[in-house]
């Protein structure tokens, strides 16, 4: 009977564990898509963009972003690689090696997106672009600060 009783605890147990960790990447996955609301939001009144730049505009961004987001995910694993022993392992050279590269694909993939921003956007919604992109990080952190979300 005790068996049962424990089987049945650590069944529970696990299934509350679950829930909470799929809670939290709903929550997760919810606030980053609010925020991509915002972001396109932000960026379109900043940027001025009509119905029709914004067609063209917005695919363009959104594979910038997930080409450099590729970027940061590889330097990101880097400082999360494990041993059999789960001890982290941390080639310093490689990592610093490798942060600069990273720095250097960055620049020449937004100078390829660059040009591709140029067909679609006048040179003064390109600069109001750069600004706005300049100034989300600010216009976020201000966020987060209000909501007291120090995750």
Request: charged share 35%.
């Amino acid at each position: 009977m005790k068996r049962y009783f424990l089987l049945f605890f650590i069944s529970i147990s696990i299934t509350g564990v679950y829930a909470q960790n799929k809670k939290d990447d709903n929550s997760r996955r919810q606030r980053w898509e609010e925020m991509k609301a915002k972001r396109a939001a932000y960026y379109t009144e900043r940027i001025g963009l009509t119905t029709e730049e914004a067609q063209a505009f917005w695919p363009v961004y959104n594979e910038l972003q997930e080409k450099k987001g590729k970027l940061h995910r590889s330097i990101h694993n880097q400082f999360h690689r494990e041993d059999a022993n789960g001890q982290r392992i941390m080639d310093y050279a490689k990592i610093c090696d490798d942060m600069m590269n990273l720095r250097v694909q960055e620049i020449m993939l937004e100078k390829s997106y660059h040009a591709k921003f140029k067909r679609i956007l006048s040179p003064e919604k390109l600069f109001k672009y750069y600004g706005a992109e300049r100034d989300w990080a600010n216009v976020l952190l201000k966020d987060i600060e209000k909501r007291g979300d120090r995750k």
